[in-house]
């Protein structure tokens, strides 16, 4: 158990850190529009832009778990993810 929570720290740390650059342009829209609704309710711009991609990380264990099962880098198996997830229109499924 103590060595599945450090990968899945590690790799969860990884994500957040490139999350942007494996995100096809429906998710980064999707994002842009939170971002839009937190400004507009006067959410300070660096906490909106911190929160505003936060859903793309709602699946970030199963990229992570799938990543170490496939020993791949977490963002090759996060560009995969999601870019099956626009394909497949199931984006909305998962958040």
């Known amino acids: ?51 505003s991609g936060l859903v793309n990380l709602y699946s970030g264990l199963d990229i992570v778990r799938i990543a170490a099962h496939r020993k791949c880098q977490v963002l090759d198996g996060a560009k995969v993810y999601f870019t099956v997830g626009t394909r497949t229109r199931s984006g909305s499924l998962r958040a």
Do not use: F
């Open 1 to 51: 158990m103590k060595s599945y929570i450090c990968v899945s720290q590690n790799g969860i740390a990884e994500l957040m850190s490139s999350v942007n650059k494996a995100l096809s342009n429906h998710y980064l829209g999707d994002a842009k529009n939170w971002l839009r609704c937190y400004t507009d309710e006067c959410v300070p711009e660096i906490l909106a832009l911190k929160t």
